[in-house]
């Protein structure tokens, strides 16, 4: 029990557009998740705090209209990196709380 | 601030041989530790934790007590075998919001047979 997804798993694209991670609960109900991001051999940076029906809370130094955040439902949250750059490429990993976090196996972004 | 330093890897083991991956913090107050586990193509797993000091939290055959006094949480296994390779993140929780995880750069394990 307790498996947390990520679609898509690996996205490529162009700099300039906009890429929407999703972070799906399969088989419990999360009020909060979390968004991380992690640069090649560094830790995990959380990003932001998603609580179901309300707005995100972001870290310190994060843009929150650059990477817009949506919690509509219990299983699902969204992660929407707008007007990709080159340097928004990195691997974001999500979780969702039951107690402790489960982690999702993360998404790989490149722009190009 | 709160951070965690843990060793670079990657740490290259043969089978049956004992492992240590340290890990130490900073922190105000006393924090909850955790040792989490990546193995390819998942997502971290929580392997153990300690949530005060001179607890041990043990898992699969991992163990790792919570030293106040040198402000470590060093991971380590008697035994290790092929499937343990992964990779290996230990993480705080702030006490002000025990709801946020700061990990450390994690240590890639490789085990041969």
């Known amino acids: 029990g307790a498996v947390v997804s990520q679609h898509p798993s690996r996205v490529i694209c162009k700099s300039g557009t906009s890429v929407k991670i999703e972070c799906r609960s399969l088989?419990?109900?999360?009020?909060?998740m979390f968004w991380y991001r992690q640069f090649p051999k560094q830790s995990l940076m959380l990003m932001a705090t998603?609580?179901?029906?309300?707005?995100?809370?972001?870290e310190q130094g994060v843009e929150k209209d650059k990477f817009l955040i949506n919690h509509a439902s219990l299983t699902l949250s969204t992660l929407t990196v707008t007007s990709a750059h080159p340097e928004d490429s990195s691997f974001y990993i999500c979780?969702?709380?039951?107690?402790?976090?489960?982690f999702g196996p993360g998404t790989r972004l490149t722009v190009l | 601030g709160n951070s965690v330093t843990q060793m670079e890897g990657p740490v290259t083991l043969s089978e049956e041989a004992f492992l240590t991956i340290n890990c130490t913090y900073t922190?105000?107050?006393?924090?909850?530790l955790f040792w989490y586990v990546q193995y390819p193509g998942e997502g971290l797993q929580l392997l153990l934790k300690?949530?005060?000091?001179?607890d041990k939290g043990s898992n699969k055959g991992f163990e790792a007590t919570y030293r106040k006094e040198t402000t470590s949480f060093h991971l380590e296994k008697g035994s290790v075998q092929v499937s343990d390779s992964a990779v290996y993140f230990c993480?705080?929780?702030?006490?002000?919001?025990?709801?946020?995880?700061?990990f450390g750069t994690g240590t890639r394990l490789q085990v041969f047979p």
């Open positions: 998603s609580n179901e029906g309300s707005k995100a809370t972001y």
């Open positions: 300690a949530t005060k000091a001179d």
């Open positions: 993480a705080l929780s702030d006490r002000l919001n025990t709801d946020k995880l700061i």
């Open positions: 979780s969702a709380q039951l107690g402790t976090q489960y």
């Open positions: 922190a105000t107050g006393y924090p909850s």
């Open positions: 088989d419990f109900q999360a009020t909060t």
